[in-house]
């Protein structure tokens, strides 16, 4: 569900938004080019490098908005945000079916002040957009 391009395209993202893989090479030392759109027609796009997967147990991955071009942006809403987050994805068994999924996601490279600042006050709407994901991934899972 978090390596293959056409399981992430149905949960990925948080609700209202759809999600397309432009570019999916998701390996370490490989990399996807994302857009995301809102039920009006807005577009986002994102970029991320995997550097780790270790499959059933963990994703390492950076990522990044960009514009249509794959060429880094700021968050189109948040022009303070930083450039780079660190995204951490670990499963652990916990039974025959429930797998808890602990991620860390965090700012990486040069990140000022201003830039952690933003995404400290941003906690809120982050854990309100990963678990709009992660809502999606129940359902989806449920589906199949």
Sequence with gaps: MFTDP????QWVGPAGLTAEFI????RP????FT???????????GHAEYS???????VV?????????????RHPMAPTWPESMLTIVELTEEGPD???????????GAVSKEELETFINARAGMNQGWTGSFDKLEEYLASR
């Design 23 to 26: 570019k999916a090479d998701i």
């Design 98 to 108: 429930q797998t808890r999924v602990t991620l860390t996601w965090e700012p990486v």
């Design 52 to 58: 780790e997967i270790e499959k059933p147990h963990r």
């Design 6 to 9: 056409k399981h992430l395209v």
């Design 35 to 45: 857009s995301m759109t809102s039920a009006d027609g807005a577009k986002m796009y």
């Design 61 to 73: 991955y950076i990522q990044q908005f960009c514009d249509e071009n794959e060429k880094v942006t």
């Design 29 to 32: 030392g490989g990399s996807t």
